[in-house]
């Protein structure tokens, strides 16, 4: 069984940055394909970034490219996602996932084994 703990959630102004991290225990971090996905009041839950077992590749929604980065660290077991620039319409709660079968389908979160329980992002206007 894999345990998923995501920090680094609050309240920022328009404009500001804040990072977020999922630290992982269980088996092999290494093994495992990473997702973010945030889901806001009333809609559906939505990709936002992904990467890789080594982290050499790297996937984004299109709302988040250019001002989101994700990464990861396998020596610590963790995945980070680096917001800046951060929108009102940013705000969501923010889920880290791991491990999806088929790695192609990085973009679906019921794809994935393992599921966080999630950090809320708040940006103001």
């Known amino acids: 069984q894999v345990q998923l703990v995501e920090s680094g959630g609050g309240l920022v102004q328009a404009g500001g940055s804040l990072r977020l991290s999922c630290a992982a225990s269980g088996r092999i971090f290494s093994t495992y394909f990473m997702g973010w996905f945030r889901q806001a009041p009333g809609k559906e839950r939505e990709f936002v970034a992904a990467i890789s077992r080594s982290g050499g590749s790297t996937y984004y929604a299109e709302s988040v490219k250019g001002r989101f980065t994700i990464s990861r660290d396998n020596a610590k077991n963790t995945v980070s996602l680096q917001m800046n620039s951060l929108k009102p319409e940013d705000t969501a709660g923010y889920y880290c996932?791991?491990?999806?079968?088929?790695?192609?389908?990085?973009?679906?979160?019921?794809?994935?084994?393992?599921r966080g329980q999630g950090t809320q992002v708040t940006v103001s206007s």
């Open positions: 996932a791991a491990d999806p079968p088929d790695g192609r389908r990085y973009f679906s979160f019921t794809d994935y084994n393992y």
